[in-house]
């Protein structure tokens, strides 16, 4: 069975996946899969991944690491989380690795973690 799906559909799906993760705030949880996601959406997996791959470029991890760094920026900016760190806040947006955190972190910024903290703190 092939993935016939229109462009207005695309873009339909494509919003309510993203409605529904800055909602709920699922990508906080470290092992969100794809096959979760999809199963919380109530779309096909392999659907799913057409849409994320064909709206925004990016793989099902890239996607959801996205929305991980938002967060994470949102609280690393947050007075009630200043006495975290870094790592902590990492975790606390839903990221289960420094490394993929890391590297994630600065090939979408272009610094890393601690520098873009810095130059918000100082």
């Known amino acids: 069975k092939s993935l016939k799906i229109d462009l207005v559909e695309i873009d339909s799906l494509a919003e309510k996946v ?17 096959s979760g ?3 919380q959406v109530e779309i096909h997996p392999n659907k799913l991944s057409f849409i ?3 709206k925004t ?3 099902f991890n890239e996607f959801i690491n996205g929305f991980r760094l938002e967060h994470f920026k949102s609280i690393a900016n947050d ?3 200043k006495n975290i760190t870094i790592l902590g806040l990492a975790y606390e947006s839903g ?3 420094k490394s993929v955190f890391n ?3 600065k090939k979408t910024v272009g610094k890393t973690p601690k520098a873009w903290l810095d ?3 100082n």
């Open 18 to 34: 993203k409605t529904y993760l800055r909602e709920n705030k699922s990508f906080l949880n470290p092992q969100l899969n794809l």
């Open 37 to 39: 996601l999809a199963e």
């Open 52 to 54: 994320i791959n064909e």
């Open 57 to 59: 470029g990016n793989n």
């Open 79 to 81: 007075p009630e989380y």
């Open 95 to 97: 990221f289960n690795s």
């Open 103 to 105: 590297s994630y972190f």
């Open 119 to 121: 130059s918000f703190r």
